[in-house]
């Protein structure tokens, strides 16, 4: 599946054109962006992997508008080179996911997507091949130091990378998808509930272990055709740093080498290029960036996104916590407004989680945050895959 920041980067291109063009040294050029309001965007892929394919269909919004405007009631299926159709039912708002969820892509088959919306309009995907997956060999991280101008200290961390090799020798086309999961703790255990009295906590670290997943909001893509051999050594991927708690206690990242076509990595290798490009208008216009699906009739009408057909390679990965200095801020206790507490009589508000300081005493936290981890986004629940 594309990650849904791909699909909000797909969405917010009109809104990276704008910046572009008010940020270009030239004289400003102001497109009409009305005609490229409503247009719709095509997120799917389908695999040799584990994954069920889904499909996600949605409009682009206006430059001041970023919701998601979903689309429903469209019937969608693949055909592969045997003129086999598999269909798709509708599993939420805009999502639609094939029926036999065992079906899955064959190394060497053909594929082609096939959208019918309720308003009668007909889209296809072109029809691209499942490239046979290359093994990855290794993932692994490495301590480094980077700096930012904004930040008076050295950024320390760990920077991940990647080796794999073909065993054919024609050019490979690689995306990596990154998924990546880790421990943290809150600053303080819950001690005591104040519930008109300092009640025992029979277990104070209820809430201060979490685990919290997230995609990784980067593209990464590189092709072999100007290597002497298919091999990759020390390709670059995520640098996480010490500023935040991701390294604090295990991190996880999991890789997704997929092996992609040549049109589909000129297609994802152009939005990387995007991402880091700073040109003007001139330069560059994201709204060229066209995917791989057409409306039948009228061709030349925008369509955004991809419809990607890959081979799949997976590796997982642990890191504990490094010896680095780290600089993520932690909660100070506050001895001050303990005593408040007698005047707070509303059961309502209770109860208020109190730390037990050793030879400090009873302590507040100056939020929630500071003694429940769920509400720095993750989950009390480890991950099924999770490894201590």
């Given at each position: 599946?594309?990650?849904?920041?791909?699909?909000?980067?797909?969405?917010?291109?009109?809104?990276?054109?704008?910046?572009?063009?008010?940020?270009?040294?030239?004289?400003?050029?102001?497109?009409?962006?009305?005609?490229?309001?409503?247009?719709?965007?095509?997120?799917?892929?389908?695999?040799?992997?584990?994954?069920?394919?889904?499909?996600?269909?949605?409009?682009?919004?206006?430059?001041?508008?970023?919701?998601?405007?979903?689309?429903?009631?469209?019937?969608?299926?693949?055909?592969?080179?045997?003129?086999?159709?598999?269909?798709f039912n509708e599993i939420d708002n805009g999502v639609y996911q094939v029926t036999d969820t065992s079906f899955r892509g064959q190394i060497g088959n053909s594929y082609q997507?096939?959208?019918?919306?309720?308003?009668?309009?007909?889209?296809?995907?072109?029809?691209?091949?499942?490239?046979?997956?290359?093994?990855?060999?290794?993932?692994?991280?490495?301590?480094?130091?980077?700096?930012?101008?904004?930040?008076?200290?050295?950024?320390?961390?760990?920077?991940?990378?990647?080796?794999?090799?073909?065993?054919?020798?024609?050019?490979?086309?690689?995306?990596?998808?990154?998924?990546?999961?880790?421990?943290?703790?809150?600053?303080?255990?819950?001690?005591?509930?104040?519930?008109?009295?300092?009640?025992?906590?029979?277990?104070?670290?209820?809430?201060?272990?979490?685990?919290?997943?997230?995609?990784?909001?980067?593209?990464?893509?590189?092709?072999?055709?100007?290597?002497?051999?298919?091999?990759?050594?020390?390709?670059?991927?995520?640098?996480?740093?010490?500023?935040?708690?991701?390294?604090?206690?295990?991190?996880?990242?999991?890789?997704?080498?997929?092996?992609?076509?040549?049109?589909?990595?000129?297609?994802?290798?152009?939005?990387?290029?995007?991402?880091?490009?700073?040109?003007?208008?001139?330069?560059?216009?994201?709204?060229?960036?066209?995917?791989?699906?057409?409306?039948?009739?009228?061709?030349?009408?925008?369509?955004?996104?991809?419809?990607?057909?890959?081979?799949?390679?997976?590796?997982?990965?642990?890191?504990?916590?490094?010896?680095?200095?780290?600089?993520?801020?932690?909660?100070?206790?506050?001895?001050?407004?303990?005593?408040?507490?007698?005047?707070?009589?509303?059961?309502?508000?209770?109860?208020?989680?109190?730390?037990?300081?050793?030879?400090?005493?009873?302590?507040?936290?100056?939020?929630?945050?500071?003694?429940?981890?769920?509400?720095?986004?993750?989950?009390?629940?480890?991950p099924e895959f999770w490894e201590n």
């Open positions: 599946m594309i990650s849904s920041w791909e699909i909000m980067r797909i969405r917010n291109f009109i809104s990276v054109l704008l910046l572009l063009i008010m940020t270009s040294c030239v004289e400003k050029y102001w497109p009409e962006m009305t005609k490229y309001e409503n247009v719709l965007v095509v997120d799917g892929e389908l695999t040799n992997g584990d994954e069920v394919c889904e499909v996600r269909l949605s409009y682009s919004s206006s430059t001041n508008n970023g919701s998601l405007i979903t689309i429903s009631d469209a019937e969608l299926y693949i055909t592969d080179k045997h003129n086999i159709e598999t269909p997507l096939h959208i019918a919306l309720a308003n009668g309009r007909v889209y296809m995907s072109d029809i691209d091949i499942l490239t046979a997956p290359s093994p990855i060999d290794s993932v692994y991280g490495v301590h480094e130091t980077h700096e930012d101008i904004n930040i008076n200290h050295e950024i320390y961390g760990i920077h991940f990378y990647v080796n794999n090799h073909s065993d054919i020798s024609d050019t490979c086309f690689y995306l990596w998808k990154l998924t990546q999961t880790f421990e943290y703790h809150s600053s303080f255990d819950i001690d005591f509930l104040w519930m008109g009295w300092f009640k025992p906590n029979t277990n104070p670290d209820s809430l201060g272990t979490c685990w919290r997943t997230s995609n990784v909001d980067k593209i990464f893509t590189m092709s072999t055709e100007h290597l002497d051999q298919p091999v990759l050594t020390n390709f670059p991927l995520i640098y996480i740093s010490t500023e935040t708690k991701m390294l604090s206690v295990r991190y996880s990242l999991l890789v997704k080498q997929l092996s992609i076509s040549r049109n589909a990595f000129n297609f994802w290798d152009a939005l990387r290029q995007q991402n880091i490009d700073q040109g003007n208008l001139y330069s560059q216009q994201p709204l060229q960036i066209r995917g791989n699906v057409k409306n039948i009739v009228d061709p030349d009408e925008t369509v955004l996104g991809y419809f990607t057909v890959a081979g799949i390679t997976k590796k997982r990965i642990y890191v504990n916590r490094p010896i680095l200095p780290f600089y993520y801020g932690i909660c100070e206790p506050d001895f001050e407004n303990i005593g408040w507490l007698y005047y707070e009589m509303n059961p309502n508000d209770w109860p208020t989680y109190v730390v037990d300081i050793p030879n400090r005493g009873k302590a507040l936290g100056t939020s929630e945050s500071c003694f429940d981890c769920r509400l720095e986004g993750g989950s009390i629940t480890p």
